[in-house]
């Protein structure tokens, strides 16, 4: 017997949902580290930006996201917007010294 739609509606939403927490608790914990990075960056000169390793991560995520059936250009952009925010939070840590 098939589900009725409304139930199936539901059922995906609540992933969805699901899927949106973990991300952004996956968010919290990057930003955790990446601040501990800005932190370490700050009290010994460094740039609050590497470009060298920002390549290599964006490579690496794109394969990824050919890897994982998700548009490549979307994971680009994504990166993008997470490593502004990153170097942000590097460029404050840097002030604040």
Do not use: C
Not at 8 to 21: F, H, M, Y
């Amino acid at each position: 017997m098939n589900e009725d739609p409304s139930t199936t509606l539901n059922r995906l939403r609540g992933s969805i949902d699901n899927i949106d927490a973990s991300l952004v608790y996956l968010l919290a914990e990057r930003f955790k580290a990446t601040k501990q990075v800005g932190v370490l960056k700050a009290e010994h000169g460094m740039p609050p930006s590497d470009p060298a390793r920002e390549e290599r991560q964006l490579a690496r995520l794109r394969e990824l996201a050919v890897d994982a059936d998700l548009d490549p250009a979307f994971a680009e952009k994504w990166f993008n917007f997470v490593v502004a925010e990153v170097i942000r939070h590097h460029t404050e840590a840097a002030d604040s010294k």
